[in-house]
């Protein structure tokens, strides 16, 4: 970046940040709580989301009390952080920190992982921050966690088998990173919900995209907190060599999963109509926008 | 003088259990992955895994284990049977058992199948020269007590542990999570009953039958403990005819009417020791070995066994040679009738494990044991019946059905004890090629159902299958230069009732080059906000 965009932006974002006091009057300023989507760059996972959850009005406002919580990374490869093929180990920590911190009842982590389990759970380093901070790890990769639902207007899932905790727990935070994907192009929020199934391969055998999209319509999470602190931008989703990460130092909070998934996209120079299930979520199950133009944004750099 | 001998019986059910123990544990050890840290302390004291590693790779330390075992049985007799001997410890744990349930016959047994025993040693270790580990893989006891194991302990130990597992888990605690289970083969797991089945109820009637007339490394601590230093005597002055010894003999071996020990098939338990209602048995140093007039008849009779011996097993060994040479000819010749239908077969030759090198490295040295099935940490290794071929039966493969092989874990390799599998380090494990990736498009799921896939894609660790475009689509185009056979592609292929894309074993390993980075770039935005 040219230090001259890196200014520019800086002010263009900083300017909201440090003087929304002296230009906005203070009605407007509780309303500015209302963000569609925060991102944040160049601090470290965990600090960036601090600032993020912040923005949005705090966790408490996603989190109550005695509430069960289920934080779904992605933790489906045997690689140490640094090779990005799964969320931030800091930033699941954090996560789950907060959530403890707001009085959650508990704060479950899983995934139905690719690699074996184990050898995923504790060299992506999650297991060790989630347990660190009072967190539950729980194994995904059984059948009898699952069970089956019906996926509403499903184009081509119609119905799923899902795993018992997102059913059964009152918050659901999905936690994806940024990586590129040999066949789905991008693999970010959405795609993340192929570790809460148990078949994932029905939905590679009858259109990827169409049953991406149609499972979003199932549970929305209640925040998509998208990890880009290392971005993994080819050879995804495994990644071959750490010669396939970029360090991008950013984080994108939203509930609106397709609005999380385009603006992430953005950032690996791919436009979200490019990426079919995106498209398909956003034209024909209007789960979200992907018009980055009409939400209300708040950009934050650290 | 008892007391001694009931310490020494005490120190011998701590070791034996102990040890014993271990052994177990490392097969049952699928929590902590701990295995492949302790598997070489704990198996090097096995006398046929050594025994393999001193024969095939003439490694200096199973060399000295070996020959200091065999000196040592020199000197005492077989106190390995009681000492290190898995199934031996497991024969004794039934042996209690039975006792408790009155149910054990222990009376003298004359010494009638220890010549078969004998001639089955001899083939089963000659026919290691011939490279033919078979016969040993079928009789070692450290062999039947893993297949044991592995076929029967395990997973009926990790089926509980699922079942506790989500019991807890229904009742929100996860300290105890599910384990996957070994892949069970039928035919590994009944001919692993059968052997049980014989072991045990033979043990019934005449104690430790199978070590005396089957085991082939009881054969060779049996014959050497004929000539050992020291000896269990029973010294006619004492002895009261009680019967006591006999009774609680484990081997069969003691005859109280005569005032004899067979101490080749003593086990050294130290029993009769004890139990003995006088000191009427000592176990001491064998000084009168030939001043016995009665004895010289003994030895020109064992002369004439000894004799016998070894003609039957010159005969066996040929017999067994013959047959090696008619297996190899029919080899071939299955050989030139693959290459007519190569299309079919090729795929059903079975996949071995990374350390393996290859498979006349790996058939050669394999026993059996199951341990690699066992801490196999996505159990991709599964057991076989005859999928090798009739000459190299139940060594475990890889099952790509069932798992895949994962691309940074060597455990296979750290545990195995005879180095069948060799011991590779995770760098060296990146650049074997255990088979090569073949795509065939004509199942392929993007081609078929005209949808995008992926599913192997996404999973291969090199990246040896990529996707390019198709049709608007992405179809996978594979590069097996880089193909390090995992099978990861193979395992997730969605495509039913074939598989677009699997996996070639080769008898050899091949080396896999180091993956490439010359995919299309695609650089992020250098905007803070691209939005």
Same mark, same amino acid.
């Given at each position: 970046m040219k230090r001259r965009d890196f200014i520019k932006a800086i002010l263009a974002s900083g300017s909201e940040l440090f003087f929304p006091n002296l230009i906005l009057p203070k009605k407007t300023l509780a309303n500015n709580k209302n963000y569609d989507l925060v991102a944040v760059r160049g601090g470290n996972p965990d600090a960036m989301f601090y600032a993020a959850i912040k923005e949005l009005g705090g966790i408490e406002k996603y989190v109550r009390k005695g509430q069960t919580v289920v934080v779904k990374p992605n933790i489906g490869w045997d690689v140490p952080p640094?090779?990005? +093929?799964?969320?931030?180990?800091?930033?699941? #920590?954090?996560?789950?920190?907060?959530?403890?911190?707001?009085?959650?009842?508990?704060?479950?982590?899983?995934?139905?992982?690719?690699?074996?389990?184990q050898r995923a759970y504790s060299n992506s380093g999650i297991e060790r921050t989630v347990k660190q901070n009072g967190g539950e790890m729980v194994p995904g990769n059984f059948e009898r966690y699952y069970s089956e639902v019906e996926i @509403?207007? #499903?184009?081509?899932?119609? %119905?799923?088998?899902?795993?018992e905790l997102i059913l059964n727990s009152d918050v659901f935070i999905n936690v994806p990173i940024l990586k590129h994907h040999s066949s789905a192009r991008l693999t970010i929020s959405m795609k993340n919900h192929m570790g809460i199934v148990w078949d994932r391969f029905y939905w590679h055998r009858n259109d990827l995209h169409q049953c991406i999209a149609d499972f979003s319509a199932y549970r929305k999470p209640d925040l998509n907190i998208i990890d880009a602190y290392r971005a993994m931008h080819r050879n995804g989703p495994r990644g071959v060599s750490e010669a396939d990460v970029i360090e991008l130092k950013a984080l994108i909070i939203s509930q /609106?999963?397709?609005?999380?998934?385009?603006? +992430?996209?953005?950032?690996?120079?791919?436009?979200?109509?490019?990426?079919?299930?995106?498209?398909? +979520?956003?034209?024909? %199950?209007?789960?979200g926008n992907y018009d980055l133009s009409k939400l209300r944004i708040k950009r934050i750099v650290l | 003088m008892k007391n001694f001998y009931s310490k020494i019986k005490l120190f011998r059910v701590i070791f034996s259990l102990t040890y014993f123990l271990s052994i177990v544990f490392l097969f049952l050890e699928f929590k902590f992955k701990l295995a492949a840290n302790f598997a070489d302390y704990i198996l090097f004291f096995q006398f046929a895994p050594s025994l393999i590693k001193f024969i095939f790779d003439a490694s200096l330390l199973p060399i000295i284990y070996v020959l200091s075992l065999l000196f040592l049985t020199l000197i005492f007799g077989r106190f390995y049977c009681s000492f290190l001997c898995p199934l031996g410890v497991l024969q004794d744990i039934f042996i209690k058992l039975f006792q408790k349930l009155k149910i054990l016959k222990q009376k003298f047994q004359s010494n009638k199948l220890q010549k078969l025993q004998y001639v089955l040693t001899i083939i089963i270790f000659s026919s290691l020269a011939f490279n033919f580990i078979l016969p040993l893989s079928l009789f070692d006891?450290?062999?039947?007590? #893993?297949?044991?194991? #592995?076929?029967?302990?395990?997973?009926?130990v990790v089926y509980i542990n699922n079942e506790?597992?989500?019991?807890?888990?229904?009742?929100?605690?996860?300290?105890?999570? @599910?384990?996957?289970?070994?892949?069970?083969?039928?035919?590994?797991?009944l001919f692993s009953l059968i052997l049980f089945a014989i072991v045990f109820v033979t043990l019934a009637f005449y104690g430790r039958f199978y070590c005396n007339s089957i085991c082939p490394v009881g054969g060779i601590l049996s014959f050497a403990s004929k000539f050992s230093l020291f000896k269990l005597k029973i010294s006619s002055d004492q002895c009261l005819n009680c019967s006591l010894c006999q009774k609680y003999c484990k081997a069969n071996c003691i005859d109280y009417k005569n005032n004899t020990i067979d101490f080749s098939r003593c086990v050294l338990c130290f029993n009769c020791l004890i139990y003995c209602s006088k000191n009427g048995i000592k176990f001491e140093l064998d000084y009168k070995r030939n001043s016995l007039p009665k004895e010289n008849g003994v030895i020109s009779k064992s002369r004439r066994n000894f004799l016998n011996t070894i003609t039957f097993s010159a005969a066996g060994i040929l017999i067994l040679n013959d047959d090696l040479e008619a297996q190899k000819r029919n080899r071939h010749k299955n050989n030139n009738l693959l290459y007519d239908s190569i299309e079919l077969n090729r795929s059903k030759q079975p996949i071995i494990p990374p350390g393996a090198i290859s498979l006349q490295n790996y058939s050669t040295k394999c026993v059996s044991c199951m341990l690699c099935v066992a801490s196999c940490p996505t159990k991709v290794i599964v057991p076989t019946f005859n999928e090798f071929g009739w000459d190299k039966l139940f060594i475990p493969k890889l099952d790509y059905n069932y798992a895949y092989c994962?691309? /940074?874990?060597?455990?296979?390799?750290?545990?195995? @004890?005879? /180095?069948?599998?060799?011991?590779?380090t995770i760098e060296q494990k990146q650049e074997i090629q255990l088979g090569k990736v073949r795509f065939k498009k004509r199942y392929c799921i993007v081609h078929t159902n005209n949808v995008e896939c992926g599913a192997c894609s996404e999973h291969c660790p090199t990246k040896a299958v990529n996707m390019i475009p198709y049709r608007g689509l992405h179809l996978p185009a594979v590069n097996d230069k880089i193909c390090v056979g995992c099978g990861a592609c193979e395992h997730v292929c969605p495509a039913r009732p074939r598989k677009a894309i699997i996996v070639e074993a080769h008898s050899i390993h091949q080396k896999a080059q180091k993956p490439k980075s010359d995919f299309e770039e695609r650089t992020h935005n250098e905007k803070l906000f691209p939005f």
């Open positions: 640094e090779r990005a +093929a799964n969320t931030n180990p800091l930033l699941v #920590g954090a996560i789950v920190k907060v959530c403890i911190d707001a009085g959650a009842k508990k704060v479950y982590v899983f995934d139905n992982t690719c690699d074996n389990w @509403p207007n #499903g184009v081509k899932l119609k %119905k799923a088998k899902v795993h /609106d999963i397709v609005a999380a998934d385009s603006a +992430a996209a953005k950032f690996l120079n791919y436009e979200p109509q490019e990426i079919p299930y995106i498209k398909i +979520a956003a034209e024909q %199950k209007k789960l | 006891p450290y062999s039947i007590a #893993g297949k044991l194991l #592995g076929n029967f302990l395990i997973p009926l506790i597992a989500y019991f807890i888990n229904s009742l929100d605690f996860y300290f105890i999570s @599910p384990e996957k289970n070994i892949h069970f083969n039928f035919y590994s797991a994962q691309y /940074d874990c060597v455990v296979c390799s750290e545990v195995c @004890p005879t /180095d069948a599998i060799l011991k590779i």
